[in-house]
Antibody, heavy 121, light 111 residues
Framework: QVQLVESGGGVVQPGGSLRLSCTVS????????MHWVRQAPGKGLEWLTFIKHDASEKYYTDSVKGRFTVSRDDSKSTLYLQMNTLRGDDTAVYYC??????????????WGQGILVTVSS | QSALTQPASVSGSPGQSITISCIGTSSDVGGHNLVTWYQQYPGKAPKLMIY???KRPSGVPNRFSGSKSGNTASLTISGLQAQDEADYYCCSYEGINSLYVFGTGTKVIVL
């Protein structure tokens, strides 16, 4: 069955960095684009970034552009999110999600369980 | 890019029908038929319920249906059940400041 498992979360000081990983199984990782979505405590969902199946294109929402970088290692079936210059409003549960392959659609058919990132001094 | 606008909560009794609205602009909801709806239980990951405005993935009950008129998309739950009590989020392709934008979220309360 399809599984996505995030890791690398924790507590980090403002201005610090953290790298999240999302290791997948149960599907051909190299054939699908992948997303990161976050949810601040008690708040709604926020789409962050998308990387195409071949890493040829990457997209970011404005609030993380220039600070966060998405990447992937197909040999390890792993998606990454490098987060730099972290701020208090980056505190959230971070989810990785598999793109459903429907062009242009906000179609995330499988999600990880989420990992908490807390930015605090 | 601002989030799409949803009511904070919608309630109904078992067996009734409820509708959740998702208001956007001509740049997102109104610009194409790429609206998706997600269901989320507390502490859990979201689950895809509707895509391309009206389509249901395999396994989603036909009690859930989607529609769109102009810049407003809607999710209707017919024959409301206790297990439908959850948060619901719409999502749309936006493509200007962000690829996708989510709605503010709606808590469905089953009375």
């Amino acid at each position: 069955q399809v599984q996505l498992v995030e890791s690398g979360g924790g507590v980090v000081q403002p201005g610090g960095s953290l790298r999240l990983s999302c290791t997948v199984s149960g599907f051909t990782f190299s054939s699908y684009g992948m997303h990161w979505v976050r949810q601040a405590p008690g708040k709604g969902l926020e789409w962050l970034t998308f990387i195409k199946h071949d890493a040829s294109e990457k997209y970011y929402t404005d609030s993380v552009k220039g600070r966060f970088t998405v990447s992937r290692d197909d040999s390890k079936s792993t998606l990454y999110l490098q987060m730099n210059t972290l701020r208090g409003d980056d505190t959230a549960v971070y989810y990785c999600a598999k793109d459903g392959g429907i062009s242009g659609a906000c179609y995330f058919d499988y999600w990880g369980q989420g990992i908490l990132v807390t930015v605090s001094s | 890019q601002s989030a799409l606008t949803q009511p904070a909560s919608v309630s109904g009794s078992p067996g009734q029908s409820i509708t959740i609205s998702c208001i956007g602009t001509s740049s997102d909801v109104g610009g194409h038929n790429l609206v998706t709806w997600y269901q989320q239980y507390p502490g859990k990951a979201p689950k895809l319920m509707i895509y391309d405005v009206t389509k249901r993935p395999s396994g989603v009950p036909n009690r859930f249906s989607g529609s769109k008129s102009g810049n407003t998309a809607s999710l209707t739950i017919s024959g409301l059940q206790a297990q439908d009590e959850a948060d619901y989020y719409c999502c749309s392709y936006e493509g200007i400041n962000s690829l996708y934008v989510f709605g503010t979220g709606t808590k469905v309360i089953v009375l």
